[in-house]
């Protein structure tokens, strides 16, 4: 009797989440109205990119990861519903230019030319480049990379600093894949020598990937992650105000050690 209580509750929640989904779809906006109906934000993101976001297609369909554990906290303190599109890197920008979606949360380093498309957050977390390369390919500087082939994702600040490393050792063949998977297995099947990614993200394909091992780009620095809004949004205030308070309040730290630091 009580499991089947329980049971029913589950289904009616279900029945009411969907419900409320089915609101938020149409894209409706009468907040304030009694406060029943919330307005939406569309979040704009490419999950191919755990920690940040992922699909984890053993356990759902659902995007998950630190960056919608950032954009939920945000859209539930400034009272939004939250909807999450999936794209391809390459098309997060143009699809705020369009306004197809309101932010993107993607990992995204702020660069003077996306600058010149989009505003951008506060920094609210910083990585470093790894250059990811089969363990017996025998490179382990970025001199090694001579005449090689590189791998990127398409319209990532990776690109540019593929460029660089080319200048500086000589020429390399740059490859540009959508996705970060592509990369891993063009990797794998010796289609490219090696692929730059972010070390948090390089270091799940690391784990899970025993033929793979990975260096740092020491001279190249850090990249910082920040979220992009239309040029001129009123959100980058709001959101920038809860980041400040995540990051005060300890949340941001938890978030961190939840996603990149939980198995070492
Ligand atoms: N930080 C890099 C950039 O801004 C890569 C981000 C890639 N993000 C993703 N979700 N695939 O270009």
Redesign the pocket.
Known sequence: MKKNNKLLSIALSCVLSVGLLAGCGTGSTNQGSGGAEKVTLVMG??A??PP??FIDTAVSDEIIGFDVDIANYIAEKLGFELKIQDMD?GGLIPALTNNRVDFVL????PTPERLENVDFSDIYYVAEQMIVTKSDSGITTLADLQGKKVGV?LG???VGLANDISEEVGGVEIVERNK?TDLIQELKANRIDVAII?DKVAKGHLNANADLSAFVIEEEGE?G?AIAFPKGSELRDQFNEVLREMIENGEMDKLVLKWFYSEE
Do not use: C, H, K, V
């Open positions: 993101t490419s191919d990119y940040y976001e890197f993607a990992g995204m380093t994702q990532s600040i990776q970060i972010e990249a992650s």
